[in-house]
């Protein structure tokens, strides 16, 4: 057993959806949250960007003593999540896999969507696993960078929400997927806008809701779950606006924050 938090960061908001399903999945279970508000988005930055700003934000969870760290970000899991690992001493998990495989399993047309912001898409990532367990699957991939802004200025389930999405998944549709990645911890936040214009027929695969399920198998399996019969403590931490993160995030996670957030200097770290 190990009562240690887990360590969760994203370039953002984004990954407190996935912070959402693990409280679901591990309420017990203290959580470190770290959002790179200040240097926010990755997905258009450089490789060598995204690694630097990864190794950031590694070195900080791990100062705060974490077990097991989440990329709760689908660029860096994408992107660095081998770089990440060669630097962590302790487990880290990447959302690309757990959500490739859910989406594997969930089709039955072998016809796969994957929409993420660009540095995801152009990774090609999620593609390469997929073909790796399935070679018959064909993939249909889109990068949708509007989409983190939307959901970071609160367009959830707008006219604006609306239309960004039928320009971006209009050819993805046109494809005949059955089953759509949504490859990005903010997406999740547009699910009501994306259902409705992919059809009831298509299945969403939450990446953060599936690196929970994830997360979930490796500490049972790696013996280091927590003992304690108390519910989980949560530390959330930004690298720039405070208020905005609190007033958005309470949203993202159903539940108040105002209070629990704090400033830091990443570039410490």
Known sequence: MDNRSIGVFDSGLGGLTAVKEIMRE???????YFGDTGRVPYGSRSRETI?????????FLLKNDVKVIVVACGTV???????????????????????????????????????GTSGTI?????????KDKNAEIETFSKACPLFVPLVENGHFDTMVAELVTEEYLASIKENGVDT????????PLLKNTIARFMGADVTLIDAGAEVAKELKRVLINGNICTDTAEAGKYSYFVSDNVDGF????????????????????IEKY
Not at 83 to 101: D, F, T, W
Not at 180 to 187: A, E, F, N, S
């Open 26 to 32: 591990l309420p017990k279970e203290s959580i470190v």
């Open 51 to 59: 690694i630097k700003y990864s190794r950031n934000d590694v070195n």
């Open 77 to 115: 899991s994408s992107v660095a999540l081998s770089q990440i690992k060669e630097i962590s001493p302790v487990p880290v998990i990447g959302v690309v896999e757990a959500a490739s495989n859910a989406a594997i399993r969930a089709t039955k047309n072998n016809k796969i969507g994957i929409i």
């Open 122 to 130: 152009n990774s090609g990532a999620y593609e390469r696993l997929i």
């Open 180 to 187: 759509l990645i949504l490859g990005c911890t903010h997406y």
């Open 246 to 265: 609190e007033t958005l995030g309470g949203i993202f996670l159903e539940q108040t924050i105002c209070g629990k957030v704090e400033k830091i200097d």
